[in-house]
């Protein structure tokens, strides 16, 4: 999608629907609606606020075409909260594309002529035309959508308006990167696929950044027998495919500060001995769905262009059954050099980040943050719309917070007592891996 800035009018905008968020049916209440009503020229546009029952809520939104002074044949409201915030302009880029069923091209007025607004509304644009397609072909691929949007703002020119932008993009665009890999299919997204896609990540957006700024390793299993992460390598041993390890690294120069981010990538999980039932197997392709958030943050943080030295690291492996497989009672040696008992085969994540995250510390980081899909139980706890966070550090982790919140994510803070250490004690070995 071309999206760009425009100081057209609202009349002069050439577009073919043009998209206003509004808090009040009442055009003497709400300031924007009543220029809408204005420059469209008449009471088309109060006649079908009352016609269709429009209430303004958030939510709702009312289609309408319209002619008078109004260059753009449609026109789009789009309710929005009492309070403005900053994500009025998410919503309406998303609200845009979504009611835009033939208009190929749209025009968002913002709330705010604010940078906040721009890259927000840029972030609604792309993730609602998001398509997952690749697989599918002829006509089963959807047809048309949105090819252009213009946001409508006093000064097109103004440099942080047009970074916003930019960054906007970036952001987006590594959204639906994270999208595509846990998208696809596992026989084509294993281990091997996925490092390698770290790899063509830090690649594509080398033209975008400081030339040497953004690299990518990866290292086999060799090198991880070499770095002794046995329990990484025990979750490998029923499968087919090799495991590996992607280090991308973004250091641009003069950076005071290094974030290291480590992904779980299970590109699948059959839960090993410990077998999942076949409906709870399905979805396990998505259980890389850390490594593909990881692979994502370091791509944005470089178009970005941000002064913080930022690393991710990605353990990638299939947990699957297998003469070789890994069995309950097994004890295996960890990098820390700890012996852990296994207890559930199908606990396999948090073995893979063990040595991962040991690893990673060696880094030297400012912060060490670790994303992954680790286990079900998060959901009986927090439901499906929420993650859990686990962290040693209270400002790291209220700053971790606020950031999620800015971003539209939503997080619950979960204990970390020292009373918990208690279930990880075995019998047999220093620590079993399940409490």
């Known amino acids: 999608m071309r999206i760009s800035l425009s100081d057209d009018s609202l009349q002069q905008a050439p577009v073919d629907i043009l998209v206003i968020g509004v ?16 420059a469209a020229g008449g009471t088309v546009v109060t006649r079908a606020i009352k016609d269709e029952g429009f209430e303004a809520k958030s939510g709702q939104t009312l289609k309408l075409a319209v002619g008078g002074r109004l260059k753009a044949p449609w026109l789009l409201l789009v309710g929005l909260d009492a309070k403005a915030t900053p994500e009025d302009a998410r919503t309406l880029g998303a609200r845009a594309v979504r009611a835009a069923k033939q208009q190929k091209s749209v025009g968002i007025v913002l709330p705010e002529d604010a940078a906040a607004e721009v890259r927000l509304a840029v972030e609604g644009l792309i993730g609602a035309s998001y398509r997952y397609e690749t697989y599918k072909t002829g006509s089963r691929r959807s047809k048309g959508g949105v090819k252009s949007a213009l946001l409508l703002t006093a000064d097109k020119k103004r440099a942080d308006l047009r970074d916003a932008l930019k960054h906007g993009r970036a952001l987006a665009d590594a959204v639906n990167l994270a999208r595509d ?7 084509d997204i294993h281990p091997i696929a996925l490092a390698d896609a770290a790899k063509k990540a830090c690649d594509d957006a080398a033209e975008d950044v400081e030339k040497g700024s953004l690299t990518c390793k990866i290292y086999d299993e060799k090198w991880l027998t070499k770095e002794r992460m046995a329990l990484f390598l025990a979750v490998n041993k029923g499968a087919a495919t090799p495991a590996r390890l992607a280090h991308m690294v973004y250091k641009p120069a003069g950076a005071k500060k290094r974030v290291v981010f480590v992904g779980k990538g299970l590109t699948f999980d059959a839960g090993g001995l410990c077998i999942k039932p076949a409906g709870s197997m399905v979805d396990m392709k998505c259980d890389m769905a850390g490594a593909a958030v990881t692979i994502a943050i370091v791509v944005a943080a470089a178009r970005m262009r941000i002064p913080v030295e930022v690393h991710g690291v990605i353990g990638t492996t299939e947990n699957m059954l297998g003469a070789a497989a890994y069995r309950p009672s097994d004890v295996y040696t960890s990098r820390e050099g700890k012996t852990v008992e296994i207890i559930n085969t199908d606990a396999e994540g948090r073995l893979v980040l063990a040595d991962v995250l040991h690893w990673a510390s060696e880094l030297e980081p400012d912060y060490l943050v670790d994303h992954a899909t680790l286990t079900g139980a998060c959901m009986v706890a927090l439901g499906n719309y929420r993650a859990a966070l686990y962290g040693n550090d209270d400002e790291f982790a209220d700053a971790y917070m606020e950031a999620a919140s800015d971003s539209g994510e939503a997080y619950w803070r979960m204990p970390l007592d020292a009373d918990l250490k208690s279930s990880l004690k075995s019998d047999v070995a220093d620590l079993k891996h399940t409490g």
């Open 23 to 38: 808090r009040s049916t009442n055009p003497k209440k709400d300031a924007l609606l009543d220029k809408v009503v204005k």
């Open 181 to 187: 890999l846990v998208n696809g299919p596992p026989n």
